[in-house]
């Protein structure tokens, strides 16, 4: 602002610059007089060069100017009206601007604070919705992997190759199979008629009458009756059960409902493994720990050295893993 003198009403002058002659008339330097008003020299420029603005409001620059005032011996309340005729409308005008200003900026503060509230909203709801799509493709995961272990299952057949059976398979093709592999390990067809057939050919070559199925019988069944009763009697001695050597362990398995299994002993040598249909019974010894792998475990029984064997608490949904004589 200038320093020239300012309509004020009937003094015609300033207020600064009436302070400021009065100072210098006091033979008093800037440094003295903020020394005596406890203000910086800065702000005691100000107040001698009209510069009311640059204070902090209205209100503290009529405080200063009464201070002035009274230190050098001026009429405090004639300076302060005169200072009030002075600002005029432009006093109030400056209220306003710097009301307007810290308006504006609490509205800066609050728009900032919701635009951050809503980036944590947004971040959440991502997080939310990632957790839900992981957590439903692991089930989904689950639920194939436990379908593919029961939908089907690999049978090893006696020539080494691998059979792949489903258990929803027809009966009439389980027993096929059944059939094959008996006549893949016998070298004799199960049929009846293809067993009468080689007879009557080898009859009629001789000139012979062919056998019946049930002379044939009859012959087989007479070395039989001539066997001694020493015989007999070792033979029964041979089926009665032995010790079982120290670290073999002997398990029978009964199957209530079609069970895929997996027996490996302790060596990791695979004792017995494939499907086994309602009501058979299987009977395998091996070095102990017998690790048995059940697809179906709730339609199986064990009995382990002649004890049953609880495993209830190793079945997991319908397959079970045992370790029986560990």
Same mark, same amino acid.
């Given at each position: 602002?200038?320093?020239?003198?300012?309509?004020?009403?009937?003094?015609?002058? &300033?207020?600064?610059? !009436?302070?400021?002659?009065?100072?210098?008339? /006091?033979?008093? $330097?800037? @440094?003295?007089? #903020?020394?005596?008003?406890?203000?910086?020299?800065?702000?005691?420029?100000?107040?001698?060069?009209?510069?009311?603005?640059?204070?902090?409001?209205?209100?503290?620059?009529?405080?200063?100017?009464?201070?002035?005032?009274?230190?050098?011996?001026?009429?405090?309340?004639?300076?302060?009206?005169?200072?009030?005729?002075?600002?005029?409308?432009?006093?109030?005008?400056?209220?306003?601007?710097?009301?307007?200003?810290?308006?504006?900026?609490?509205?800066?503060?609050?728009?900032?604070?919701?635009?951050?509230?809503?980036?944590?909203?947004?971040?959440?709801?991502?997080? &939310?919705?990632?957790? !839900?799509?992981?957590?439903?493709?692991?089930? /989904?995961?689950? $639920?194939? @992997?436990?379908? #593919?272990?029961?939908?089907?299952?690999?049978?090893?057949?006696?020539?080494?190759?691998?059979?792949?059976?489903?258990?929803?398979?027809?009966?009439?093709?389980?027993?096929?199979?059944?059939?094959?592999?008996?006549?893949?390990?016998?070298?004799?067809?199960?049929?009846?008629?293809?067993?009468?057939?080689?007879?009557?050919?080898?009859?009629?070559?001789?000139?012979?009458?062919?056998?019946?199925?049930?002379?044939?019988?009859?012959?087989?069944?007479?070395?039989?009756?001539?066997?001694?009763?020493?015989?007999?009697?070792?033979?029964?001695?041979?089926?009665?059960?032995?010790?079982?050597?120290?670290?073999?362990?002997?398990?029978?398995?009964?199957?209530?409902?079609?069970?895929?299994?997996?027996?490996?002993?302790?060596?990791?040598?695979?004792?017995?493994?494939?499907?086994?249909?309602?009501?058979?019974?299987?009977?395998?010894?091996?070095?102990?720990?017998?690790?048995?792998?059940?697809?179906?475990?709730?339609?199986?029984?064990?009995?382990?050295?002649?004890?049953?064997?609880?495993?209830?608490?190793?079945?997991?949904?319908?397959?079970?893993?045992?370790?029986?004589?560990?």
């Amino acid at each position: 602002m200038s320093d020239a003198p300012l309509a004020t009403g009937a003094q015609g002058i &300033a207020v600064g610059h !009436i302070l400021r002659d009065a100072r210098v008339a /006091a033979g008093w $330097t800037v @440094s003295e007089v #903020a020394k005596k008003l406890n203000l910086t020299p800065q702000v005691v420029e100000f107040i001698e060069s009209n510069q009311f603005e640059r204070l902090h409001g209205t209100t503290f620059a009529r405080g200063y100017i009464r201070s002035y005032a009274k230190v050098l011996g001026l009429d405090a309340s004639l300076l302060a009206k005169q200072f009030d005729q002075q600002m005029g409308s432009a006093g109030d005008m400056l209220n306003v601007v710097q009301s307007i200003d810290h308006v504006g900026e609490a509205r800066r503060i609050s728009r900032g604070m919701l635009q951050f509230s809503l980036f944590v909203a947004f971040l959440i709801v991502i997080a &939310a919705a990632y957790y !839900i799509w992981q957590t439903f493709n692991t089930v /989904a995961s689950d $639920t194939s @992997s436990q379908s #593919a272990v029961f939908d089907r299952v690999e049978v090893e057949r006696a020539d080494g190759s691998v059979h792949v059976q489903t258990l929803d398979e027809p009966e009439e093709q389980a027993l096929a199979f059944v059939l094959e592999e008996n006549t893949s390990k016998e070298g004799v067809p199960l049929d009846p008629d293809a067993a009468v057939a080689p007879l009557a050919v080898d009859a009629e070559e001789k000139g012979t009458q062919p056998q019946t199925l049930s002379t044939a019988t009859d012959q087989l069944a007479e070395p039989t009756a001539q066997i001694s009763q020493p015989e007999i009697t070792a033979v029964k001695k041979q089926q009665e059960p032995t010790q079982l050597l120290a670290g073999v362990g002997s398990a029978q398995l009964s199957f209530v409902n079609d069970c895929w299994l997996r027996i490996v002993d302790a060596d990791g040598k695979e004792i017995s493994s494939g499907l086994k249909r309602a009501g058979e019974q299987l009977s395998v010894t091996g070095k102990a720990p017998l690790d048995v792998h059940l697809g179906y475990a709730t339609g199986v029984s064990i009995i382990y050295n002649g004890e049953p064997v609880d495993f209830s608490s190793a079945i997991r949904g319908a397959t079970a893993r045992i370790k029986l004589g560990q």
